[in-house]
């Protein structure tokens, strides 16, 4: 019997390794592959080191006292069929497939959310946005440009940078969301983040702005992954420079009865923040955006849809916040938001984000 794990144990570390290095580099690589990353997902780096000690029983000394191995069996299903034990949402998910838009964990309510009303994240059809790829391309920086924030302390960035808003395109009241998409910096979620920056520098707090058309950019590589090329802007940004916050801006893919509210007889897009769980950084995360929340409710109330959370077996579970403990993704209004209402919601952000920062970072 023991030879027979033993034997069992040596296939699956060689099978496992091959896997891992395979997935490590397409995740690096532009020939990114979701299959590979799928297969490897369930497992971290304690699973990999406990199969080693079936071989090499010294290696059980180095696991952590709280470890529990994982169930082959569970694993192999879950790879197989995408259903996650430890959520048993996943079967309604891959049951009804409309359920899997709304596969996250409210961390802090806002007024009017619950289950029935979560974020959406949606990708439009490929060939759109293989569209977008071929306007506004990306330019080089010039020196000016690139000299223009001597010591900016803030990074804003736009992982969807094709996300807009059907007011602005001429497609008010469209049935399909999907539609609000546009590679026009002046239309797009772009706009809002150069919005926020303007505000800031009220605050006397600088603001890089990453403009980049991601569309075009992922086509220049040959990627297929949003996130991981972000995550090329960011640390290429971060080889010289040292931010105190990286901002991650998107618009949510939920209609207006969710997504628009009145406060003071003024219209704001309504705004939300995630947070990724599967990365160290995520309990400090999870305080600074539930912080953030509480202040904006405080001044704006319902403004604020609340804080989500996302594991892998939700979604990307990591959003490149595990660049920095500061890192932030909000996301503006809905499809049906006016870009006038989404930068009226900038400015009350940046406000009140401007006084946390100077309260928790120093000016």
Do not use: C
């Amino acid at each position: 019997m023991n030879v027979v794990v033993k034997w069992l144990g040596s296939i699956s570390i060689m099978l496992l390794s091959t896997l891992l290095i395979i997935s490590i580099l397409a995740t690096n690589q532009t020939w990114y592959n979701r299959g590979l990353n799928t297969i490897v997902s369930p497992l971290e780096g304690v699973d990999l080191l406990h199969l080693i000690s079936l071989e090499h029983p010294i290696f059980k000394e180095a696991l952590p006292p709280e470890f529990k191995a994982k169930s082959l069996s569970n694993v192999m299903v879950s790879t197989a069929t995408s259903l996650d034990f430890s959520h048993p949402l996943s079967l309604l998910s891959q049951g009804i497939p409309a359920m899997a838009a709304f596969d996250t964990t409210i961390a802090v309510a806002g007024q009017g959310t619950d289950v029935t009303n979560m974020p959406r994240e949606t990708l439009p059809p490929e060939e759109a946005l293989a569209e977008l790829a071929k306007e506004h391309t990306n330019e080089e920086e010039s020196p000016e440009q690139e000299s223009e924030h001597t010591d900016p302390s803030v990074f804003i960035y736009h992982t969807h940078s094709y996300e807009s808003f059907l007011p602005e395109l001429g497609l008010e009241g469209a049935e399909n969301a999907d539609q609000a998409i546009s590679s026009n910096p002046d239309l797009n979620i772009i706009n809002v983040g150069k919005h926020f920056a303007d505000r800031l520098s009220t605050h006397g707090i600088v603001a890089d702005v990453d403009k980049t058309n991601m569309n075009a950019y992922m086509q220049e590589r040959s990627m297929t992954n949003y996130y991981s090329a972000s995550r090329q802007i960011i640390e290429g940004k971060l080889e010289t420079q040292q931010y105190d916050l990286l901002l991650d801006f998107h618009r949510d893919s939920a209609r207006r009865d969710l997504t628009a509210v009145t406060i003071n007889n003024e219209t704001f897009a309504r705004i939300l923040f995630v947070v990724g769980t599967a990365h160290a950084n995520s309990d400090a995360q999870l305080a600074a955006a539930t912080e953030l929340h509480n202040r904006i409710e405080e001044a704006y109330p319902g403004l604020s849809r609340g804080v989500f959370t996302k594991d892998k077996s939700q979604g990307n579970g990591i959003y490149n916040q595990d660049l920095a403990n500061t890192a932030m993704l909000i996301e503006f209004g809905g499809v049906d938001n006016t870009m006038e209402e989404s930068l009226r919601s900038a400015d009350a952000v940046a406000d009140l984000l401007a006084d946390y920062y100077k309260e928790t970072m120093g000016e």
